[in-house]
């Protein structure tokens, strides 16, 4: 049996994990896994009832687990926190992060050809949808190196990489690429100009070897970042360190439209995983039932595959969507025009069971 982690948060969150709680207990028991879910509070609504944004059971909780479910948290109610470290992403999600090792962010930046029209780019370059994984390096780099330090008019960041943490990451890459039609994997630096780069690439390079059925090509992140809106249909998998694909991710996933359409899986060593929507807790409309859970569903088929290797089950999860938005149903933040007839968050949780 998989013990799964669940914590909602705030705002949308509860509301948003409950339609990824249906669609996981709808599917799962038709792949022969049994999944056991256990809630914890966590952010906001955890410093409410405790005092603190990560207590320490939901911590033990996350820690006898082998992925955890996460909604969203923070809100304006807490953005007044007086201690940062108290505060809900600062307090809990960072130190999640942090505590579990969770080093490799994957996000798949997908454009429907349902929802085409959402893409801010030329409807021709765009026609028949993408799909893009973007890999980013999460716990090192530029982030994390140290020296570190704003003195008077000078200031330091160092950019570190050790060719372990290097290899770690494109094994993910390569990994996941193996999982996907295409299996191409780009690797993104700026080996012109940076030694991490130039490590980087030599360490591609030499874990590429391990898989010859995935073709590996090397861009510099100039280069990518002007691909992606000239020709996002080249690309396949993007795996790059923590600052490149923190602005490369930000850039693909604007090219899908809505913020409520992306999920996103956070690896460390095994199969351990967090699985969330990349966007936030949205207080703005929390409790009227204009949340859109797709992102959050489509996470909870990240779980599966990543977490729980249960490859079909993902790929049942995925195409419920694609048959769900195909039948034209939409959410407020991906309706087309103003016509368009909405469905509330449950009704989409039951749209998604449906195609199930
Ligand atoms: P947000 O992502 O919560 O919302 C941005 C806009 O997108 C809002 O208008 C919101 O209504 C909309 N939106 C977001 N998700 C949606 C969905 N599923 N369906 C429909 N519309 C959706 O970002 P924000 O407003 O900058 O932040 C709100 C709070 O969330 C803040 O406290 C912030 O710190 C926190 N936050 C948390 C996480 C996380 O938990 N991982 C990530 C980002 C922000």
Redesign the pocket.
């Given at each position: 049996m998989a013990k799964i982690a669940v914590l909602a948060?705030d705002?949308?969150g509860p509301e948003?994990i409950a339609e990824g709680l249906k669609v996981l207990k709808a599917v799962a028991p038709q792949h022969g896994q049994d999944l056991e879910f256990t809630e914890a509070l966590v952010?906001g609504a955890a410093y409410d009832a405790t005092g603190h944004p990560l207590p320490p059971e939901t911590l033990e909780l996350v820690q006898n687990s082998d992925a955890i479910f996460f909604g969203?948290?923070?809100?304006?109610k807490?953005?007044v926190i007086p201690d940062p470290n108290m505060r809900?992403?600062r307090g809990a999600?960072l130190p999640l992060r942090k505590k579990l090792g969770l080093y490799a962010n994957l996000r798949p930046c997908i454009l429907y050809s349902a929802l085409s029209s959402a893409c801010p780019l030329r409807a021709d370059l765009v026609e028949g949808g993408f799909d893009i994984l973007v890999v980013r390096e999460l716990t090192g780099g530029l982030y994390f190196g140290q020296p570190k330090s704003w003195e008077g008019d000078n200031a330091i960041d160092t950019c570190l990489y050790s060719r372990e943490e290097i290899t770690r990451i494109l094994h993910v890459a390569f990994k996941a690429a193996q999982k996907r039609p295409n299996k191409r994997v780009v690797s993104v630096d700026k080996a012109n100009v940076l030694e991490t780069s130039r490590l980087w690439r030599d360490t591609a390079t030499k874990v590429a070897a391990e898989y010859p059925d995935v073709e590996l090509s090397h861009q510099l992140v100039d280069a990518t970042a002007m691909d992606l809106v000239r020709r996002p249909q080249s690309f396949d998998v993007i795996v790059t360190e923590n600052l490149f694909g923190d602005i490369l991710s930000d850039e693909a996933a604007q090219l899908t439209g809505?913020?409520?359409m992306l999920p996103s899986a956070s690896l460390g060593q095994g199969t351990f995983g967090l699985y969330?929507?990349s966007?936030?807790?949205?207080?703005?409309?929390a409790g009227t039932g204009?949340?859109?859970?797709l992102?959050t569903i489509l996470s909870a088929a990240l779980l599966l595959r990543y977490s729980l290797g249960a490859e079909a089950a993902a790929l049942q999860i995925e195409k419920a969507v694609e048959i769900v938005l195909n039948a034209g149903h939409r959410?407020?933040?991906i309706a087309e025009t103003p016509d368009t007839k909405i469905v509330t968050c449950t009704e989409m949780g039951d749209l998604v069971v449906a195609a199930l």
């Amino acid at each position: 049996m998989a013990k799964i982690a669940v914590l909602a948060g705030d705002g949308i969150g509860p509301e948003i994990i409950a339609e990824g709680l249906k669609v996981l207990k709808a599917v799962a028991p038709q792949h022969g896994q049994d999944l056991e879910f256990t809630e914890a509070l966590v952010g906001g609504a955890a410093y409410d009832a405790t005092g603190h944004p990560l207590p320490p059971e939901t911590l033990e909780l996350v820690q006898n687990s082998d992925a955890i479910f996460f909604g969203a948290v923070g809100g304006p109610k807490y953005d007044v926190i007086p201690d940062p470290n108290m505060r809900p992403e600062r307090g809990a999600l960072l130190p999640l992060r942090k505590k579990l090792g969770l080093y490799a962010n994957l996000r798949p930046c997908i454009l429907y050809s349902a929802l085409s029209s959402a893409c801010p780019l030329r409807a021709d370059l765009v026609e028949g949808g993408f799909d893009i994984l973007v890999v980013r390096e999460l716990t090192g780099g530029l982030y994390f190196g140290q020296p570190k330090s704003w003195e008077g008019d000078n200031a330091i960041d160092t950019c570190l990489y050790s060719r372990e943490e290097i290899t770690r990451i494109l094994h993910v890459a390569f990994k996941a690429a193996q999982k996907r039609p295409n299996k191409r994997v780009v690797s993104v630096d700026k080996a012109n100009v940076l030694e991490t780069s130039r490590l980087w690439r030599d360490t591609a390079t030499k874990v590429a070897a391990e898989y010859p059925d995935v073709e590996l090509s090397h861009q510099l992140v100039d280069a990518t970042a002007m691909d992606l809106v000239r020709r996002p249909q080249s690309f396949d998998v993007i795996v790059t360190e923590n600052l490149f694909g923190d602005i490369l991710s930000d850039e693909a996933a604007q090219l899908t439209g809505s913020l409520g359409m992306l999920p996103s899986a956070s690896l460390g060593q095994g199969t351990f995983g967090l699985y969330e929507p990349s966007h936030g807790s949205a207080p703005d409309i929390a409790g009227t039932g204009k949340a859109n859970p797709l992102a959050t569903i489509l996470s909870a088929a990240l779980l599966l595959r990543y977490s729980l290797g249960a490859e079909a089950a993902a790929l049942q999860i995925e195409k419920a969507v694609e048959i769900v938005l195909n039948a034209g149903h939409r959410t407020g933040d991906i309706a087309e025009t103003p016509d368009t007839k909405i469905v509330t968050c449950t009704e989409m949780g039951d749209l998604v069971v449906a195609a199930l």
